[in-house]
C-alpha cells in the first residue's frame, strides 16, 4: 500500500473517527484506525463495537492495498505537520506504515487489516432526509438534558420519534426534559429509537452546519447516518423511552417575559455564592419584578432584578439555576417566557422564534 495525500484533508477525516476509538480497550485493534487505499481514494474506518464510522477522501494512490495504525499517534503527527503540506506514505514489509512530510520521517507499528472487526451493513431500506444543520439544530437543543445516571440507561440518550413528517429529538434526566422537532423527507419509515449519548457527540463533530441532507435510517437495534463521504452505522438503546407527551402541561399557564441575555447574566452571577454544583436559586414574581435570591451558607446571600411581564399572583419559586441558564442558551428569541402554575408545578419554556421546541423544568424546594 502507498499513498500521497493533503495533509489537512488526512487531519479533518482522522478527527472524525477518533471520538468513536476507544482510548482504554482490551482489544488493541479497536485503538487502531483501518486505511484502505483503493484507486483514487482513502478508506477511514474506525469502530468500539457499538459505533462503526467510515470516510472515503480523494488521494493519490501508488499502490492499493490496506492497513491499520493507532488512531491517537497518527492523528498527533499529522496534526503537527505543517498546514498545507503533501504526506506520503507506503506500508513497509516489517508491517511498518512509513509516513514522510518534508524533512520528518516516522515508521509506524501496524496490525493486520484481518484483525479488524467488520460490522455488517444490511441496512438499505428508505431513508428520511434532514437538512444538516436542523438535525444539528434539535440535537443542540436536547443534548443537555441527557441522563448520566447509568440505573436508567434508557435515559443516557437523546430519544429520535416521528410525528407525521416531523422527526422530533426528547431528552430528559427526569428533573428537566428537553423537545425539538423538524420536518422531513422521504418515506414515512423510521423507527424511534434512543440515540447513545457518545453517538450524539459523534454527530456533532463530523455534521456541519450547511443544507446538505443528512440521510437516516433506523431499525429496533441500529441507526445509520448518511453525511457526504461519511457513513456512521450506531447500535442504539435497548430501553423504553417515557411517554414524553404526559410530561408536557396541558393546563393553564401564567406568562412570565424577561430579556434572555439580563436573564442569563443575572442567573450567572448569583450561581458564583452557590458552594455546590445545583446552584439552586429562588425566583420571586410580583408586580412586573423578577428576582432571584440566594442564600448560601458558607459564600453568603445575593438578589438580582430582571424586568418582566407578569401579571399572575405573587409566586416564590426554586430551581437548579444551571438548568434555567441551559435552556436560555439554546433560544432563538431575545427573550426567555416562563409559563407558570404554581410553586409545586413543573415550569413550561418557550420559544417564540421556535414553536417546535418546548423545555420542562421541576422546580426544587428552597430553604
Known amino acids: 500500500m502507498e499513498f500521497k495525500i493533503d495533509r489537512d ?22 485503538g487502531n484506525v483501518m486505511l484502505e487505499a483503493n484507486e483514487n481514494f482513502l478508506k ?19 499502490v492499493e492495498g490496506s492497513t491499520t495504525t493507532t488512531a491517537q499517534v497518527i492523528y498527533d503527527i499529522v496534526r503537527k505537520l505543517k498546514t498545507g503540506s503533501t504526506l506520503h506514505l507506503s506500508l513497509k514489509e516489517n508491517n511498518r506504515l512509513k509516513l514522510i512530510s518534508g524533512k520528518s520521517d516516522f515508521n509506524l507499528t501496524c496490525i493486520s487489516p484481518d484483525e479488524f472487526p467488520v460490522l455488517e451493513d444490511n441496512m438499505d431500506e428508505q431513508y428520511i432526509e434532514v437538512p444538516s444543520f436542523e438535525f444539528l439544530k434539535i440535537i443542540n437543543k436536547t443534548k443537555f438534558a441527557i441522563s448520566n445516571d447509568e440505573t436508567r440507561h434508557y435515559l443516557n440518550g437523546v430519544y429520535l420519534d416521528k410525528n407525521e413528517n416531523q422527526i422530533v429529538a426528547v431528552a430528559t434526566d427526569g428533573h428537566r426534559l428537553s423537545k425539538s422537532a423538524t420536518e422531513f423527507k422521504g418515506k414515512n419509515e423510521f423507527h424511534p429509537i434512543i440515540l447513545p449519548k457518545k453517538t450524539v457527540y459523534e454527530l456533532l463533530t463530523i455534521i456541519d452546519e450547511d443544507s446538505i441532507n443528512l440521510k437516516i435510517l433506523s431499525t429496533k437495534s441500529k441507526i445509520k447516518f448518511l453525511y457526504k463521504e461519511i457513513v456512521l452505522i450506531s447500535k442504539v438503546i435497548d430501553g423504553k423511552f417515557p411517554d414524553y407527551d404526559k410530561v408536557i402541561p396541558k393546563d393553564a399557564r401564567v406568562d412570565a417575559k424577561a430579556n434572555v441575555d439580563e436573564f442569563v447574566s443575572a442567573l450567572d452571577r448569583l450561581k458564583s455564592l452557590s458552594s455546590d454544583r445545583k446552584g439552586v436559586i429562588k425566583i420571586s414574581l410580583h408586580n412586573g419584578i423578577m428576582k432571584f435570591l440566594i442564600n448560601d451558607s458558607v459564600s453568603g446571600d445575593g438578589i438580582e432584578e430582571v424586568q418582566t411581564q407578569y401579571k399572575g399572583q405573587p409566586l416564590e419559586i426554586g430551581f437548579n439555576s444551571n438548568y434555567l441558564i441551559d435552556v436560555a442558551s439554546v433560544l432563538e428569541s431575545k427573550d426567555i417566557i416562563l409559563m407558570l402554575k404554581d410553586a409545586t408545578s413543573p415550569i413550561q419554556i418557550k420559544d417564540e422564534n421556535d414553536i417546535l421546541s418546548t423545555y420542562i423544568i421541576m422546580p426544587m424546594r428552597v430553604l
Do not use: M, R, Y
Open 9 to 30: 484533508v488526512f487531519l479533518k477525516s482522522l478527527a472524525h473517527v477518533q471520538g468513536v476509538v476507544e482510548k482504554k480497550n482490551t482489544l488493541p485493534i479497536l
Open 44 to 62: 477511514i474506518t474506525a469502530t468500539d463495537l457499538d459505533i462503526i464510522i467510515t470516510e472515503k477522501i480523494s488521494c493519490n494512490t501508488i
